[in-house]
């Protein structure tokens, strides 16, 4: 029989191996977190950029935080509806949807880039060689967009371009969704459409300048293509950057855990919180819900937009 005395003692017992009662409650069902990923860029791109993260955070919280790398964003959304993912990093829309459906979410923190600011913008790119100058110019022509559940790639496009007069799905003549935000670079510079949406953070740090970067964008030729071959004709208002987040039924030593993790990797493991930008973030940052409500707004628009049609 349990008793008073029982659990007195049960407690005395985890203070002499210096552990709170309450840590080892949250340990018991939570012996492994899982961190899962947007699809920003390839699978192994992502692994290779979150990864550090996931083995800080396992030292950090004190449990294993195995990383998931989401085949598409309605996965990281789906997968914390169902409670199998108890932290992830999503864009600002995809967070939005997720709320937005019910899924039971806190948002921590977002990146500081490196021009001070919470945030980043969408940009529709074209190839500088080619003859598209500006919006006006792609009448009939192809457009990349990254996911639909993407802020950048699909949600702030549909949303800027409209409140500009124009309507994405009749401007364009063909719409495809790539994937990822390095597909939808990929597709341009392969000729398969012409244009495509993308993140914009600074003039030094876009997916663009990341794939040059890594070497993975070449002209016809063979020879490594550099920023100024892409040529920026459309680009968004400002955009909250999207949050990392936790379940909300996570155990608050639990989450607060999570939480001063995030906000110490710059300073105690600067490896690991470079790796995620390329050494061109900042810091994290606290948000809360309000940061994101312009953005639930922006879909709420796109939705009924999409209702007209």
Do not use: C
């Not at 990923?37 to 390839?42: F, K, Q, R, S």
């Not at 490594?224 to 379940?247: C, I």
């Amino acid at each position: 029989m349990i008793t008073r005395r029982t659990l007195a003692a049960a407690a005395a017992a985890l203070a002499l191996l210096g552990l709170p009662a309450a840590a080892q409650d949250w340990k018991a069902k939570y012996p492994e977190l899982t961190l899962a990923v947007i699809p920003m860029e390839n699978a192994s791109g992502t692994n290779d950029r979150y990864a550090p993260l996931a083995n800080y955070l396992s030292k950090a919280v004190g449990v294993p935080v195995k990383l998931r790398v989401a085949s598409d964003y309605a996965a990281v959304i789906e997968g914390q509806r169902a409670g199998n993912i108890q932290i992830a990093f999503y864009g600002a829309a995809s967070f939005a949807r997720a709320v937005m459906t019910g899924v039971k979410i806190e948002p921590m923190v977002n990146p500081q880039h490196e021009t001070g600011a919470s945030g980043y913008y969408s940009v529709i790119y074209t190839l500088a060689s080619g003859p598209y100058k500006t919006i006006e110019d792609l009448k009939g022509k192809n457009l990349a967009l990254v996911d639909p559940n993407s802020t950048s790639g699909n949600q702030a496009p549909r949303f800027f371009l409209k409140r500009a007069g124009f309507d994405v799905d009749k401007h364009f003549a063909k719409v495809v969704y790539a994937g990822s935000h390095e597909n939808a670079v990929l597709a341009l510079t392969q000729g398969t459409v012409d244009s495509a949406a993308n993140l914009w953070n600074s003039e030094t740090d876009t997916m663009v300048t990341r794939m040059v970067a890594k070497g993975v964008l070449k002209n016809p030729d063979g020879t490594p293509m550099k920023q100024s071959d892409f040529r920026v004709v459309f680009k968004s208002d400002f955009l909250p950057e999207g949050p990392y987040a936790v379940l909300a039924s996570l155990p608050g030593d639990l989450k607060a855990k999570i939480r001063q993790a995030f906000l110490d990797v710059p300073t105690a493991d600067k490896a690991a919180f470079d790796k995620l930008s390329d050494g061109k973030d900042l810091s994290l940052t606290p948000v809360t819900l309000k940061d994101y409500q312009p953005i639930i707004d922006m879909l709420k628009f796109n939705d009924e937009q999409r209702k007209k049609s």
